[in-house]
């Protein structure tokens, strides 16, 4: 990929985006790269009862932000002794539950037309949902608010530079995540493939930012 022209700094190559192999090393390379794992799997479990639901998204904001900052240690530490560490995650992740919330919403709301006439009309928003979600998220892990969300000039020129990228991450992401359903039996060990499958994917997506980014120089 180009290198990053003035103002992007910070955000440069991870090396190939769909090697998934590579990408999987590279996760397994961070210090105690595994527990990392194994910790926010179980948040995950959990996050049903909400309250874990702020960790989960805070971890997977940091982890966004490591990558795009091209730090080689990818996972974030899991510091249950810093409490200003450990609150700052818990906030950012309720921010970033925010930017995902009206798309789940929407889903769910149009999911009830799946078995009417109108069928395609939630088939196109899932569809729309799995590339225009991660583009959100990732944007607001670089900028920091919800301002920048509404700038949407940005989400065409990205969807105009990255279509050929898009459409193989579309493939890639539903590729591995029925791998992730059906990886392991039992119930923590489900949640802990489906914790692999979030952190390459938001790997993967992040690095197609990072490369609109850095065509568009900004």
Known sequence: MSPAKKGSEKIRS???????????H???????????????AIFLMFSILLVPMGFVFGYIYYFIKNVLNGKREILP????????????MFINGWKLFLVWL???VLNILFGLLMRTF????????????????PYFMILFVEKG?????????????????????????????IGISVFASFGA??????????????????????????DYKNKEGK
């Open 26 to 40: 590279q996760l397994m390379d961070c210090k105690e790269g595994w527990k990392k794992i194994l910790y926010f």
């Open 145 to 173: 608010n919800f301002k920048d969300l509404f700038e949407f000039s940005g989400l065409e020129i990205y969807i105009k530079k990255e279509w050929i990228n898009i459409i193989l991450a579309l493939i890639i992401s």
């Open 185 to 210: 039996i039992g119930l923590i060990f489900v949640f802990y493939t489906w914790s692999w499958a979030i952190f390459i994917l938001s790997y993967m997506w992040a690095n197609i930012y990072i």
């Open 118 to 133: 109108l069928f395609f009309i939630p088939v196109i928003i899932q569809i729309a949902t799995a590339f225009v979600l």
């Open 77 to 88: 530490k899991w510091d249950f002794k810093d409490g200003k560490y450990m609150s700052d």
């Open 14 to 24: 991870n090396g190939n985006v769909f090697d998934i192999s590579s990408i999987f």
């Open 102 to 104: 009206p798309f789940l």
